[in-house]
Nanobody, 126 residues
Framework: QVQLVESGGGLVQAGGSLTLSCVASGRTFRRYATGWIRQAPGKEREFVAAISWSGGTTYYADSVKGRFTIVRDNAKNTVYLQMNSLKPEDMAVYYC???????????????????WGQGTQVTVSS
């Protein structure tokens, strides 16, 4: 079992940057695919970015391509989401997710992930 703790959310002006961090407990985190899902009020959950356990496969939603970068540091049991050029529409609660059984072809499928963090709020002012 893995426990995930996010940090790094906050208030930023449009065009600014934030880096979210997700620290995982457990020695086997390096075998877990992981990613970030966001949900804004009144909207469906959106898979923002994902990375395979090896780091060899990544996924980005079209809405964040070129602006967000997902990176993992298995030595630190941590995954990061670097967010640049933030827009008001990026405002949401961001959740870190992980699972060891993710089919590589479904790396960006929400239902593939069993473990979720508590979420961190990102607010972007216009």
């Amino acid at each position: 079992q893995v426990q995930l703790v996010e940090s790094g959310g906050g208030l930023v002006q449009a065009g600014g940057s934030l880096t979210l961090s997700c620290v995982a407990s457990g020695r086997t985190f390096r075998r877990y695919a992981t990613g970030w899902i966001r949900q804004a009020p009144g909207k469906e959950r959106e898979f923002v970015a994902a990375i395979s356990w090896s780091g060899g496969t990544t996924y980005y939603a079209d809405s964040v391509k070129g602006r967000f970068t997902i990176v993992r540091d298995n030595a630190k049991n941590t995954v990061y989401l670097q967010m640049n050029s933030l827009k008001p529409e990026d405002m949401a609660v961001y959740y870190c997710v992980a699972d060891s059984r993710v089919n590589p072809s479904r790396i960006a499928t929400i239902e593939e992930y069993e473990y979720w963090g508590q979420g961190t709020q990102v607010t972007v002012s216009s």
